[in-house]
Structures are given as structure tokens and as C-alpha cells.
């Protein structure tokens, strides 16, 4: 079993940065944390989640067309941890985000609310 707790949402003026990060817990989750693609997804209020970027065990990337050049994913295997370091932040991003562990069995964190607002 494997929990993923997401940390690091709040509110943000737009043209701001915040850095969300999603550690991972559980008897099985350094293995698991090393072998899964990790990714983070949200989901703007009244719309369907979406994914936002991905992080795969080799280091390949993949982003959303809108967060390319604004948003950054990394992982730190020695944590458990994966982030998502978000820079130039506008309205449209308000969202609650989600981290997601991919593999045979599929892992969710609880979200965490990020609002950008002036």
C-alpha cells in the first residue's frame, strides 16, 4: 500500500510561482516510488481533471501544452518525492492538483487547491 500526500498549494497572485510536492509513504513505496511514472493532474473548478505534466522512472518528461516554459517537474527518488515547481502562474491554473502514481496498481494523493487570483 502507497499514499501520496501533496503539499505546497495556496494562493498566488497571478505572475507568481509555487512549488507543489507530493511525497510518497507506505511499506511499498521507495520500490514503487522508483519504478512508476509519476504525474501530476488537475482538475479547474467545474471542468474534468486533466493531466498536467509527467515524470517517467528514466527521466522522460512530458507537459501539457499550456504549462510548457512555466511549469517544471522533477523527482527526487533518496525522498520519495516528486515536484512541481510552477512559475508564471495565471487565473486558468486555479485547479485542484492531484499527484498520480501509473503502474499496476494506480495511486492518488487527496489534492491540494491552488488559486491564482489578484
Known amino acids: 500500500q502507497v499514499q501520496l500526500v501533496e503539499s505546497g498549494g495556496g494562493l498566488v497572485q497571478p505572475g507568481g510561482s509555487l512549488r507543489l510536492s507530493c511525497a510518497a509513504s507506505g511499506p511499498a513505496s521507495g520500490i514503487i516510488f522508483r519504478l512508476n511514472t509519476m504525474g501530476w493532474y488537475r482538475q479547474p473548478p467545474g471542468k474534468q481533471r486533466e493531466l498536467v505534466a509527467t515524470?517517467?522512472?528514466?527521466?522522460?518528461?512530458n507537459y501539457v501544452d499550456s504549462v510548457k516554459g512555466r511549469f517544471t517537474i522533477s523527482r527526487d527518488n533518496a525522498k520519495n518525492t516528486v515536484y512541481l515547481q510552477m512559475n508564471s502562474l495565471k487565473p486558468e491554473d486555479t485547479a485542484v492538483y492531484y499527484c498520480?502514481?501509473?503502474?499496476?496498481?494506480?495511486?492518488w494523493g487527496q489534492g491540494t487547491q491552488v488559486t491564482v487570483s489578484s
Open positions: 515524470i517517467t522512472s528514466g527521466n522522460e518528461i
Open positions: 498520480h502514481s501509473d503502474g499496476p496498481t494506480d495511486y
